[in-house]
């Protein structure tokens, strides 16, 4: 098998993964949000911790500069956020506005790069950003209110990718470094709600508690995978297996969950979908300019 042909599998396994996730948290039930969160910030941390061990054999490649460390806590707040906002959302019934934070993900990351990294807009990126707005006010009309969790998702998972792109550190290391930013608060909290009674694991039976302790590895698995695709496969082809997720996570709300999809809501994504096809039209159309332009005569 071909390391592109490998890559591409793990590019699929990850984002397959990452689309089911609708489907695993209300198994967790009756955890609240902020317990699966840290639970999920705990195992995480073990279980690529472990990783780490055992193919770097020490934690000598953890950034010891400065400002990489703050950046990577800056990262974890911005994580931390993002999947408490998400899982709190797919409990609470609100998987098609979910998967909406996603859909607009790679556009919100566009203006971030324009405002934070001086980045220019071609036409084709300028309308997509402007039809994906027109959409997002269509679906604020329709619902009486913005779509708050598509736009927080959208907004810290953005600039959660801009830090990123900025402290250039691999993904699970910084993974490790984030998860143990956070994980003193999720330790307290579970220990603190434990000794209060206001949290499941222990109480809820083996089951229960062996499903929170997946957490991790429903979290650190996928992002594997997703790094050795990175590694192995071209980014414009990973920009487009992105759309599966929230594709997946699209259709969990609307067939498995029957959440509401009224023809207001319908036409706002409509407009969301076609702003994505002229982003990835005029991205693909770029990269192909690019690579004939850097192409050498034979």
Request: charge should be positive; proline fraction near 6%; avoid cysteine.
């Amino acid at each position: 098998m071909s390391e592109v042909r490998r890559g591409t599998l793990l590019g699929f396994a990850a984002y397959l993964a990452w689309g089911v996730f609708p489907l695993y948290f209300p198994l967790l039930e009756p955890a609240g949000a902020l317990e699966i969160l840290a639970h999920r910030v705990l195992w995480s941390l073990a279980l690529v911790g472990l990783v780490l061990l055992v193919w770097m054999r020490s934690l000598r490649t953890l950034p010891r500069d400065r400002r990489q460390r703050r950046l990577l806590v800056a990262a974890a707040v911005l994580i931390a956020v993002n999947w408490g906002v998400y899982i709190w959302g797919v409990n609470s019934h609100h998987v098609v506005e979910t998967s909406l934070g996603y859909f607009v993900n790679p556009l919100v990351s566009v203006g971030l790069g324009v405002v934070a990294l001086g980045e220019r807009l071609r036409r084709g990126q300028w309308a997509g950003v402007v039809l994906a707005a027109v959409g997002v006010v269509v679906l604020t009309v329709d619902a009486g209110r913005p779509p708050w969790i598509a736009l927080v998702l959208a907004a810290s998972f953005g600039t959660y990718g801009l830090v990123k792109k900025i402290v250039g550190v691999p993904a699970v290391e910084g993974l490790v470094v984030e998860t143990a930013v956070l994980a003193p608060v999720a330790l307290g909290y579970v220990v603190v709600g434990g000794l209060l009674g206001a949290t499941t694991f222990t109480t809820h039976g083996p089951g229960h508690a062996l499903l929170l302790v997946t957490a991790g590895v429903i979290t650190a698995v996928p992002l594997l995978a997703f790094a050795g695709a990175a590694a192995r496969v071209p980014l414009s082809r990973l920009g487009l297996m992105q759309y599966l997720t929230p594709t997946m996570q699209f259709l969990i709300g609307v067939l498995v969950r029957h959440e509401p999809l009224p023809p207001g809501r319908l036409a706002g994504f409509a407009i969301v979908w076609v702003a994505l096809v002229l982003f990835t039209i005029d991205t693909a159309t770029n990269h192909r300019r690019q690579l004939a332009g850097t192409a050498v005569p034979a």
